[in-house]
């Protein structure tokens, strides 16, 4: 019994921060550096950047005061990115093993980020084969920082589904930052067989940006706020300084 209690004052108190940090806040205007209004909250525009002022104070008595004043700014992980192509098509006169990296992505975040691979497999024969045809080609997909096929390629990216890429990366050949952006190759390797008829073989998958570290006041799928933004508002006050 008494351990149901203390239960239900800790979340009685907790309804109470969270009553009090919803009921004293109110959403400001914001203008960016040059003057321009970022954030109109009498319209319901609602820029890059939102700020609410909360936790009133006050007093009346013949004595000193103090009271504390708390700045408080959460920042969301955002992306930048580039790819220089969504398509290989390649062009093949005789059999063999062939290797490019004719598509380059890069990326910028200030955060880890995951790319996540599905449907990257073999080409496959885009109409009915004959059963003496080899219906495929087979195909590999690799990551690497160099556009030289002899430099370290990480194959088989189609085989692990997902790739992470730190925010910092020190020991890396080249280190990189994500904040700095880092520039990847994407390599394809196919082997042409002479089972492999004169035809035309297709493939067709799906690369994920996953940013691992956003906040929860994000929509993950529009990027924008959740209409529930006040609910993130708390009365915390506590620092972590190096």
Request: net charge negative; proline share 5%; with cysteine.
């Amino acid at each position: 019994m008494r351990k149901l209690l203390v239960v239900m004052l800790i979340i009685f108190v907790g309804a109470l921060a969270f009553s009090s940090a919803t009921s004293t806040a109110i959403e400001k205007y914001v203008w960016d550096g040059d003057g321009n209004v970022v954030t109109d909250p009498a319209n319901g525009v609602y820029g890059n950047a939102r700020v609410f002022s909360l936790l009133p104070d006050g007093g009346s008595c013949n004595k000193n005061w103090e009271f504390e004043f708390t700045t408080e700014v959460q920042v969301a992980q955002w992306s930048e990115w580039y790819i220089s192509g969504t398509k290989w098509q390649w062009f093949v006169k005789k059999p063999g093993t062939y290797i490019a990296d004719c598509i380059v992505f890069t990326l910028k975040s200030n955060g880890q980020v995951t790319l996540e691979f599905e449907g990257l497999d073999d080409p496959y024969y885009t109409s009915e084969p004959d059963a003496s045809q080899t219906a495929y080609i087979a195909c590999d997909y690799g990551l690497s920082f160099s556009d030289r096929p002899d430099e370290p390629i990480l194959w088989h990216i189609n085989d692990m589904h997902s790739f992470t890429i730190a925010e910092f990366c020190p020991t890396c050949n080249p280190p990189f930052s994500l904040h700095e952006g880092v520039t990847f190759h994407l390599w394809n390797k196919i082997t042409v067989v002479e089972c492999n008829s004169a035809s035309t073989y297709r493939d067709t998958g799906t690369i994920r940006i996953i940013l691992d570290e956003q906040k929860p006041w994000i929509d993950p799928d529009t990027g924008d706020y959740v209409d529930n933004l006040r609910n993130f508002l708390t009365e915390d006050r506590t620092e972590n300084r190096p």
